[in-house]
């Protein structure tokens, strides 16, 4: 329109003019197309599970999936769902919400269970920041419906059954590095990376680093080498608390196996604080008529000496008496004791005595 008009005519303003008279032109704004994409990302999230997106896959084999994304982890939970209700969602998410915790905004689209009173109560009760796109506007919502896509492709290529298909799926994203974070899912949600079957090719780095991490374990002070007697818990009906027996293996630091007294082929496993030290008290030899024949035989050479037992007087009835009975003498130095002049212990005690007002 420019053009022409400048092959024509000229005045100042032409281009002006121009435009402004397409811009007022009714017929024109009704068949124009949408302006040039302005993009405006979201607010960088500071911590993880404190703004999620979410939205549906599906139907896909007969099962609708809500996707949760996690903003700054880029953590990923499918649920699979027969009804796709206001109150299904509602009771998916309070189970989400069970194990990881309440967040701090979610981001949906306007779909009608997101937008029903049951849900938009919900998210209030528990202080949510509720956040809706803008309708007819997906892009508002970018972060699920990219990994609506996602898992849409990955399920179509997976084996097996529906939940085969997407737990493999899970594990395989949670654990990759991020294009945006240089991270995985796992390392910023759980602070770690899951174990796969890949590490089964260096099974000792990934829990040799975890286990230099850890502070050293605080080690048993109760050691109980193998061959130690000890008294163990004896669980079976009718027996004692404890029972006797020898520890015959160590399990760890604080496992034992143990080998009963009483069944000296069998083995239990007891922890250490079912364990006690069982000290050995000799017992006595008892003699008997065959062992002291046998211990006459075996000493023939040696013949003891009898020993001389000297007999004391026996003492009577006056020697007693006259040890412990004073003599006549000091009969007259036991005297009955003077009785103790104590105060009286009357209730009256320092209150005068009433007189007679004549």
Same mark, same amino acid.
């Given at each position: ?10 005045? $100042? ?17 009704? !068949?124009?197309?949408?302006? $040039?994409?302005?993009?405006?990302? /979201? ?5 993880? &599970?404190? *703004? #999620?997106?979410? @939205?549906?896959?599906?139907?896909? @084999? ?12 880029? &953590? ?5 769902? *027969? ?8 009771? +998916?998410?309070?189970?989400?919400? +069970? ?20 849900? !938009? ?12 796109? +803008? ?8 972060? +699920?419906?990219?990994?609506? =896509? ?20 899970? #594990? =395989? ?9 240089? #991270?995985?899912?796992?390392? %910023? ?15 000792? @780095? ?5 286990? @230099?991490? %850890? ?6 002070? *109760? ?18 608390? /404890? ?17 009963? =007294? ?27 008529? =065959? ?11 040696v013949v003891p000496q009898p020993r001389e037992v000297q007999e004391t007087p026996r003492s009577t009835c006056a020697d007693v008496l006259a040890k412990e009975l004073p003599n006549e003498a000091d009969f007259s130095t036991l005297r009955t004791p003077e009785p103790i002049l104590r105060r009286s212990s009357r209730d009256n005690k320092g209150v005068p005595p009433e007189r007679l007002d004549l």
């Open positions: 329109m420019k053009e022409i008009a400048r092959n024509y005519v000229w005045w $100042p303003g032409l281009d002006h003019d121009i435009e402004a008279l397409a811009r007022s032109c009714a017929s024109c704004l009704l !068949t124009r197309n949408s302006p $040039p994409s302005q993009r405006h990302p /979201w607010q960088f999230s500071t911590a993880p &599970w404190q *703004r #999620l997106h979410m @939205d549906f896959a599906g139907p896909i @084999d007969n099962f609708h999936f809500l996707l949760v994304i996690g903003a700054f982890s880029k &953590w990923l939970e499918v649920i699979p769902m *027969r009804t796709i209700t206001a109150s299904a969602t509602v009771d +998916a998410l309070r189970n989400l919400f +069970a194990r990881f915790g309440i967040p701090s905004t979610v981001v949906s689209d306007n779909g009608p269970k997101f937008t029903s009173c049951q849900f !938009t109560e919900f998210m209030a009760k528990n202080g949510i920041r509720y956040i809706t796109t +803008a309708p007819y506007h997906p892009a508002s919502n970018g972060q +699920a419906e990219r990994y609506v =896509q996602t898992f849409k492709q990955a399920y179509g290529a997976g084996h097996g059954t529906m939940s085969q298909k997407m737990t493999n799926f899970l #594990l =395989q994203y949670r654990n990759s590095p991020n294009g945006t974070t240089r #991270l995985s899912p796992a390392q %910023l949600m759980l602070g770690r990376p899951l174990r796969t079957r890949l590490d089964l090719i260096s099974p000792i @780095d990934a829990f040799k680093r975890l286990k @230099d991490d %850890l502070p050293s374990q605080v080690k048993s002070k *109760r050691v109980f080498l193998p061959g130690k007697d000890v008294w163990y818990r004896n669980f079976s009906r009718g027996g004692s608390k /404890w029972a006797a027996g020898t520890v015959s293996a160590t399990i760890g630091n604080t496992m034992y196996e143990v080998k009963p =007294q009483s069944h000296p082929d069998c083995t239990v496993r007891r922890h250490v604080d079912q364990i006690l030290r069982r000290d050995t008290i000799p017992t006595p030899e008892i003699v008997t008529p =065959q062992t002291s024949q046998a211990n006459d035989s075996a000493n023939s050479e």
